[in-house]
């Protein structure tokens, strides 16, 4: 790109024109992401005409530039730097419509002027942050002169990191955030010299570096001298190779710096033998969130909507702010009129006029809707923050943008199953039964076995095995998980059957290689299923553990029932499963044996899990898996009766095999009676009765249903010594807490009336009040319709039963 149309003009400082041959640089100092600081550049640039723009950021990306003027690349968006041999560490440099940065390298687009990045290379600063032990750079790399006013905890003395506060506190203001919009961010389009705000902000900035360097250097200190030198040294041959003249736009903490008189000698001796590493570049999407965050990826400004929308309005920005958020009320059906607005407008200048601002400001917008719109509630203005002062705007890059092969593949696929990256969560319900849902399944089990994680699997609203719910939120730090899951292969699918390979041979448990199999198959990566098993059948003949058994046999019996929908072979894996069951029935009953509190509790979520995965192994076809249902049954039956086994367990077998019907209600009561007798202590019959009735079972449900049970439960509590009862009160007081409110209601009702009067508070005819003394069929009767509809069945005939309908 060449110069052409050049003009002349005065620098901040008194320094010569940006065009004049010789002139001293412009140094235009801006803090990053702010709107007024945009509009100052480009004003400043629209008034000087430099040759070439130099902009404060790594120079790897110079070849970047001219993506820039795309017209599928949509600010906010990243720069992206990783170490081409360890993609996970990486650095961001983000970038709003409303960054000085952006608008300069627009604007040299605009007017085919050259624009450089001249701040530490990302080769340096991403060696550099290894060798301190930092795996990530934050996410605007450029680093502490970037800090926004008003963080709280930034000591007075710590000048360099929030350089801004400190002017605000000589000013006299206590609200640095404020004191900041009324000097730059309400300053009229084109008010005054365009170059004004640079030379008075160069000035304070000059103070207080002054006053910063009288105190004691630190890390930070060291590093803001190095990336200075190298500034410097761009400077001056950028100077060298245009005559038409330089403007710099930079951190305002960097511009005395720059303006420093420094020997090229001296910038040279700072820049030796840094580290350095072979890095990567190119341009990712970002989001306004990921601006408002201050640690971490994000860049620390708290209102980007806001500031987006001061950079974006024409005129009147307060007014068009207002409608904007009547817009949004309205959408989630509060009532707000013309006229709400034009109050709030009122309110919010009065505001201002009160507060001796120049301008109402986002604080008096913020008071005015919460009085006018919102009726005093924090609680509409929370989503006003949440969608408008911080927004959930997802930038674009174009396609011809720089990417490792794995992203490249991944965008193919998101385009060809329409699954678009949004910034706002989001859930999305999937039939796998049509082919393109089925796709999305397969892509984002991939994604989340090489650790992207897009989307979160979530319970689905239908309880059949076709149907997945998925909530997804792309959020801007998964391009660096994508490029570090690019080690793994060129495709989504390579990639994934690559990592599920490694991870099975590293995997440390058999629970952990049995969960790996049913991410295989929900992923359909037939090629790492068939290694994964042979790894998983050889763990699990070697493990002899009867807990780890028990926790990997659930999700083997899960993946069983995956063949049906997704057609995948699972032969092999009902054999592993098989296998594994007989297992765990054999050792079971002698693995529940002499078992302290903590671990008995651990046993009865082993025997929950393993009945659990019976039901579903028993429910699926295969040869030889007949008998598993009365197996399982002769353990159970074992468990109940040995009076070796915790009481936890023994109470949790009978209640299973009474909820399967295996166990007569009697019987069941006989066995309470016998576990409640006086010759049992009473902690042992306190943990049988939260197996049998404890642990989310429904055994709230049981004892409101069931008199006797109750009964029984009521007169072995009422019976239990004082001195036995604070130690059982709370392990009862925890099976009982775990009721729903309604079901302790009822159970206490019914203790309250007592023996005689007692009564299930749903049989008719107990004589209770308010019920009658027999059933009504034809109320009765009046129910079956909805029942037939809630199970899917067709309307039965007149006069048809339930019953008939359900054959």
């Not at 705007?393 to 720089?402: H, N, R, S, T």
């Not at 495709?491 to 049913?518: C, N, W």
């Not at 749903?762 to 129910?783: E, I, M």
Request: glycine share 12%.
């Amino acid at each position: 790109m060449t110069g052409t149309d050049r003009a002349g003009g005065g620098g901040p400082g008194g320094q010569g024109g940006a065009g004049e041959p010789g002139g001293r640089p412009l140094l235009l100092g801006v803090r990053h992401h702010g709107p007024g600081s945009a509009r100052a550049v480009r004003a400043a640039l629209e008034a000087t005409r430099p040759g070439v723009v130099l902009i404060e950021g790594p120079p790897e990306a110079d070849a970047l530039i001219p993506l820039a003027a795309d017209e599928d690349m949509r600010p906010p968006v990243a720069l992206l730097a990783h170490a081409v041999d360890e993609p996970g560490r990486s650095a961001f440099w983000p970038l709003a419509e409303f960054s000085p940065e952006w608008v300069a390298v627009r604007w040299a687009l605009e007017h085919d002027v050259p624009a450089r990045f001249i701040d530490l290379p990302a080769a340096h600063t991403l060696a550099w942050r290894a060798a301190d032990g930092h795996g990530d750079v934050d996410a605007d790399a450029r680093g502490d002169d970037q800090a926004p006013p008003g963080r709280s905890g930034t000591a007075p003395a710590d000048v360099r990191r929030d350089p801004l506060a400190a002017l605000a506190a000589a000013a006299g203001h206590d609200d640095p955030e404020r004191w900041w919009e009324d000097v730059i961010e309400h300053r009229g389009r084109g008010a005054g010299d365009a170059l004004a705000p640079f030379t008075a902000l160069e000035e304070a900035m000059t103070a207080l570096r002054e006053t910063e360097e009288d105190g004691e250097g630190g890390d930070g200190d060291v590093r803001d001298l190095v990336r200075e030198a190298h500034m410097r040294l761009q400077v001056r041959a950028a100077r060298r190779e245009f005559a038409e003249g330089v403007a710099v736009v930079c951190g305002a903490w960097h511009v005395p710096a720059l303006r420093r008189r420094a020997t090229v000698a001296a910038d040279r001796a700072l820049l030796k033998g840094l580290p350095r590493t072979k890095v990567d570049m190119t341009w990712v999407p970002w989001t306004h969130r990921r601006l408002s965050r201050a640690g971490g990826y994000g860049a620390g400004i708290e209102s980007p909507g806001w500031y987006g929308h001061l950079f974006a309005a024409v005129d009147r920005p307060v007014e068009r702010w207002l409608t904007k958020v009547a817009g949004l009320l309205r959408a989630e059906d509060r009532i707000v009129s013309p006229a709400h607005v034009i109050e709030a407008t009122r309110l919010a200048e009065t505001l201002a006029v009160i507060r001796g601002r120049p301008l109402p400001g986002l604080t008096e917008a913020t008071d005015a809707v919460r009085a006018v719109m919102c009726d005093g509630s924090d609680v509409p203005l929370a989503l006003v923050h949440d969608r408008l002062v911080v927004g959930d705007l997802l930038g674009e890059v174009p396609a011809g943008a720089p990417a490792v092969p794995l992203q490249r593949d991944l965008t193919r696929a998101q385009r060809r199953l329409r699954l678009r990256p949004e910034a706002p969560e989001r859930e999305l319900e999937l039939d796998l039964r049509k082919e393109t849902d089925a796709g999305r399944s397969r892509l984002l089990h991939r994604l989340r076995l090489l650790g992207v994680g897009w989307g979160e699997a979530v319970a689905s609203r239908s309880t059949g095995t076709f149907r997945e719910a998925w909530r997804l939120r792309w959020e801007p730090e998964l391009s660096v998980r994508v490029a570090e899951a690019g080690v793994w292969g060129t495709t989504v699918l390579s990639a994934a059957t690559a990592r599920a390979q490694a991870d099975a041979v590293t995997a440390r448990g058999l629970a952990e290689v049995t969960a790996l199999a049913e991410r295989c198959l929900l992923a359909e990566l037939p090629d790492a299923l068939a290694p994964v098993m042979r790894i998983l059948a050889d763990r699990a003949a070697l493990d002899t553990d009867v807990g780890h058994l028990a926790q990997a046999l659930p999700a083997l019996v899960r993946s069983l029932r995956y063949g049906d929908v997704r057609g995948t072979d699972t032969g092999a894996l009902a054999e592993v499963a098989e296998g594994l069951a007989e297992r765990v029935f054999v050792g079971l009953p002698a693995a529940c044996a002499a078992l302290d509190a903590d671990a008995a509790e651990e046993m009865r979520r082993h025997v929950d899990a393993v009945h659990t995965a019976v039901g579903l192994l028993g429910d699926a076809p295969a040869p030889g898996r007949g008998d598993v249902h009365s197996r399982w049954r002769a353990v159970l039956h074992t468990l109940s009766a040995r009076d070796t086994v915790p009481g936890v367990v023994r109470g949790r077998a009978v209640r299973l095999l009474l909820d399967d019907g295996e166990l007569a209600p009697d019987e069941a009561a006989r066995l309470m009676v016998l576990v409640l007798s006086p010759a049992t202590p009473p902690a042992d019959a306190a943990a049988w009765i939260e197996g049998f009735v404890g642990g989310g079972s429904g055994g709230g449900m049981l004892l409101l249903h069931d008199e006797r049970l109750l009964a029984l439960v009521d007169a072995w509590l009422t019976g239990v010594p004082a001195d036995a009862f604070t130690h059982v009160l709370p392990l009862l007081r925890r099976t009982f807490s775990a009721y729903e409110p309604g079901v302790r209601r009822g159970l206490g009702e019914l203790v309250r009336r007592g023996p005689e009067a007692r009564g299930s508070v749903t049989t008719a005819g107990s004589g209770v009040p308010g019920f009658a003394a027999g059933l009504d069929p034809v109320r009765a009767d009046a129910v079956l319709p909805v029942v037939r509809l809630l199970l899917g069945r067709h309307p039965a005939p007149d006069g048809g039963d339930l019953a008939g309908a359900n054959t």
